[in-house]
Each structure stands twice: as structure tokens, then as C-alpha cells.
């Protein structure tokens, strides 16, 4: 009698996607760290820093006071109400508490707006590189990603021109990332609200991801959210995180601000997903957006110092050349050279080797859309720094 075999159990949706391939690699250091050995880890997005003091005490007086039941689904009113208010004084923009939603981190509330916004057949552009979970949301939603290039040669910085060129009938949503995970690089204003209005006039939404907004090395006058494009607020989700801006990676504390409707149905999708969130994160989350900012100046002046000392180190390497990122605390330098030689087929295979053979942590440009580079994260102090760059300086010899 012939054997059946059946198909797995999973649906199709899971299997368009695949695990977060910087998470693999955190997961790939962890192991070896648990070896004992020593590891410098220029991989994780994450802020070197500590949560500051009185947003770890509101979470501890949280927990003292009892705040420790259920809260409503899109986050408690004060919290609401500090997101709208934080966002409005740092950014001119006009949300209201009602359009705003609490979420476990940025990344989930970037999940919720594909989630209601976005369908089968639909197509969603994404400017490349991307952060790594673009494509798999798109897909997840049965979408379509249309990918638009940027040139290493403009900085990787991101035009209204190449937008507009991509957009169909079958547009429905825009990802802007700016700063930019991976490459730190920044929008200009003018080509933003061109894209902005374009997309308004055409019912296209743009889901902003502003998670690292406040980390824009340019002047004061010269940092800009999306949100100040009032007029096509109708249009537009602006995704924020408390994680990077505060050093709340671990708290999982994101946010959204979008017209109520929209908020009201990622309120609905959360509801039957996560139900409300932590309540001792939220009372933390409303001490980091209504206490004092100094932080936020602190932490951008030290990353511009290591920005300086990372791209210095890069460009000192053979044959390995990095632009000079605008924001966020990535550099990505472009590794070319080490792959033409033909002893290394990928950057993949260059990340894993580094960190199997220098022991630093990458991250491949594979994951980001791009062959010819590597991530970096320089979120780190700065012996950290120094020390993962002789390392990399002498791995990078060792391949000539």
C-alpha cells in the first residue's frame, strides 16, 4: 500500500516569511558568549545606555501602588494624552489622545498598521535598504513589495522622484524609515513633503517609522517628523518607539499616532492580540514623555562622537569605504572588495566568519536588500569601539 504524506500544518501566510536574521545573529553571539568567549557585539540596535533614573522609579512606584491589573487596550489616558503632548511639542504636529495607541514596542505597531491597512493584491513600497521586518510584514499581509533603490553614491538618501515613479493603481502604502535603519540616512524636507502630499492626493497611506527621530545629527532647525505635514494627516501613521530614544529596548514601549479611525481599528486588531500592555511599562513610558529630555540631547552627542570615531575606523580599513551616516547609530560600509576576491561568496559568509574568526558582530547587507555591505552598530562605549576595530582591522588584513 503506497504511504501518503501529508503537508505540513502551518498556513500560508507564516511560510512567506522568515526569523529576523538580526536576531539570528544576536542569538549566534549569545551562544558564544555563553562559551565564555569574548565577544564585542556591533550587531544589536540597541543604546548602550541605562534607562534614566526617574523613568525606572515611576515604574518601581507602579508596582508599590498596586498598578498592576488590567488597563485599557490602547493604553491608559495620561499615557495617550503624553504621546499626543510629546509628540505635538517636539514635532508641530495636531494628534489628539484618541489618536494615539500604546503598543509592546515600535515594530508591533508597524505590524498593526500593515495589519488594517494593507491586503491581499495590494502593493507597498519600500526604499532599499530597509530595516529587515519591511518585507516580511508587507508579506505577511499577502501584499506585494515594490522595491525602490537608493545610490550609495547620494548617500543612500531617498527621493520624491524614484517614489513617484513607483507607485500603480495597486499602491496602497509607502515605508519611510528616517533616520534610516541601516544606513543613518536622512530625507530632506522638501522631498518628504513631496512625497507626503503626493501620496494624500492619491489615497496612499504613508506609514512613517520615526523610531529614531530624535537621533538626526543635523541642527535643531533641521530635524523634522512627518508629522508636521498636517494636511495629510488623513493619510499618514507615524510608528514611534521609546526604546531607542530613551534606552527602553527591554521595556518593549512603542507607540503610533494616526487619524482615529485608523487608531480605533489597530486598537481592535491589538485587543484580540496582546490585550492591553504592561501596565507598569505605561506609567514608566509616561515619566520618559513628560519628564526631562536631557538625556535625549546626552545620548545624540555621544553617538555623534563614536558616528565620527566608527566611520574613521571603517575608512581605515583596506579597501573598505563607509559614508557618514545623518542619524540613528548605524554605519554601513561597503565590503565589496572582499567579495570579489572570491574567497568570501556573501556578506553573510563575511559576517558569520568575522564573528566566528575575530569574534564581532555584523550584520549582512543581505538582510538589509543590498550584497555589497555589512551593518554596523555603534551604539556602544568606546573602548568597545576602539577594541572591535582592531580586531576587524586585522581580520580584514588577514583576507588580502
Known amino acids: 500500500m503506497a504511504s501518503t504524506v501529508s503537508s505540513p500544518p502551518f498556513t500560508g501566510r507564516i511560510q512567506r516569511i522568515e526569523p529576523s536574521p538580526t536576531l539570528l545573529m544576536i542569538a549566534a553571539a549569545a551562544r558564544m558568549k555563553a562559551q565564555g568567549i569574548e565577544v564585542f557585539d556591533l550587531g544589536a540596535g540597541e543604546p548602550h545606555f541605562t534607562t534614566p533614573q526617574h523613568v525606572k522609579d515611576a515604574a518601581v512606584k507602579a508596582i508599590a501602588e498596586n498598578f498592576t491589573k488590567y488597563t485599557p487596550v490602547s493604553g491608559i489616558p495620561e499615557l495617550r494624552r503624553a504621546i499626543a503632548d510629546r509628540h505635538r511639542q517636539d514635532w508641530q504636529s495636531d494628534y489628539t489622545p484618541q489618536e494615539a ?12 498598521a500593515l495589519q488594517v491597512l ?8 519600500i526604499p532599499v535598504p530597509y530595516w529587515v521586518s519591511f518585507p516580511d510584514m508587507v508579506r505577511y499581509t499577502g501584499a506585494k513589495c515594490v522595491f525602490v533603490e537608493t545610490e550609495e553614491a547620494n548617500g543612500f538618501q531617498l527621493t520624491a522622484e524614484k517614489i513617484l515613479a513607483a507607485i500603480t493603481p495597486r499602491t496602497r502604502a509607502i515605508i519611510i524609515n528616517s533616520p534610516n535603519n541601516p544606513t543613518g540616512s536622512v530625507i530632506p524636507a522638501a522631498e518628504y513633503e513631496e512625497i507626503v502630499m503626493a501620496a494624500h492626493a492619491r489615497g496612499i497611506y504613508v506609514i512613517n517609522d520615526e523610531c529614531y527621530v530624535q537621533l538626526n545629527y543635523a541642527e535643531p532647525n533641521d530635524r523634522i517628523s512627518a508629522g508636521r505635514f498636517t494636511a495629510a494627516k488623513e493619510h499618514m501613521v507615524m510608528v514611534g518607539s521609546l526604546s531607542k530614544t530613551y534606552a527602553m529596548t527591554g521595556w518593549r514601549s512603542g507607540f503610533a ?8 481599528q489597530m486598537g481592535k486588531l491589538q485587543s484580540q492580540s496582546t490585550s492591553s500592555i504592561c501596565s507598569i511599562v505605561q506609567k514608566a513610558a509616561v515619566a520618559a514623555l513628560t519628564g526631562p529630555q536631557d538625556c535625549i540631547r546626552q545620548m545624540r552627542s555621544d553617538y555623534a562622537q563614536l558616528r565620527e570615531a566608527c566611520v574613521a575606523g571603517l575608512n581605515g580599513i583596506p579597501e573598505v569605504h563607509c559614508a557618514t551616516p545623518r542619524g540613528a547609530f548605524y554605519a554601513y560600509p561597503n565590503v565589496s572588495a572582499y567579495l570579489r576576491k572570491g574567497a568570501i561568496a556573501s556578506t553573510t559568509e563575511l559576517c558569520d566568519r568575522m564573528l566566528r574568526e575575530a569574534h564581532v ?3 549582512p547587507g543581505d538582510a538589509f536588500g543590498t550584497s555589497q555591505h555589512i551593518r554596523l552598530s555603534y551604539a556602544v562605549n568606546h573602548d568597545t569601539l576602539e577594541s572591535a576595530f582592531a580586531r576587524m582591522r586585522n581580520w580584514f588584513e588577514q583576507q588580502l
Do not use: H, M
Open 361 to 363: 558582530v555584523t550584520n
Open 101 to 112: 495607541i500604546f503598543t509592546p514596542g515600535g515594530k508591533y505597531a508597524l505590524f498593526l
Open 257 to 264: 499616532l494616526a487619524s482615529r479611525p485608523v487608531i480605533e
Open 118 to 125: 494593507v491586503q491581499t493584491g495590494d502593493e507597498v513600497i
